[in-house]
């Protein structure tokens, strides 16, 4: 059974920075893309970032582009999100998301497993 576990949210400022993590186990982490979804209130969960199994691609909704980064260490088994310069309309619920693939994907329906999610508030 795939378990995620995503640390790492809190309260910022405008213009912080928070680093995500999120610890994978149960399955080969290293076969699989990863992926990082938030949800604000009354809005529908989206898409922020991808990265393929191996690391070496990457992809980003535009919002994102430039002030998060998305890594993974497949050794510790782990994915995180780097976020920078952050706006208050970054304040959501993220969420760690498994691929049932290896590349970069940014639908829900192509990720199978899914964290519990951790909160991120940026004040202005």
């Known amino acids: 059974q795939v378990q995620l576990v995503e640390s790492g949210g809190g309260l910022v400022q405008a213009g912080g920075s928070l680093r995500l993590s999120c610890a994978a186990s149960g399955r080969t982490f290293s076969s699989y893309a990863m992926g990082w979804f938030r949800q604000a209130p009354g809005k529908e969960r989206e898409f922020v970032a991808a990265v393929s199994r191996s690391g070496g691609s990457t992809g980003y909704r535009n919002s994102v582009q430039g002030r998060f980064t998305i890594s993974r260490d497949n050794a510790k088994n782990t994915v995180y999100l780097q976020m920078n310069s952050l706006k208050p309309e970054d304040t959501a619920v993220y969420y760690c998301?498994?691929?049932?693939?290896?590349?970069?994907?940014?639908?829900?329906?192509?990720?199978?497993?899914w964290g519990q999610g951790t909160q991120v508030t940026v004040s202005s």
């Open positions: 998301a498994q691929s049932k693939g290896a590349v970069v994907v940014s639908t829900l329906y192509e990720y199978d497993y």
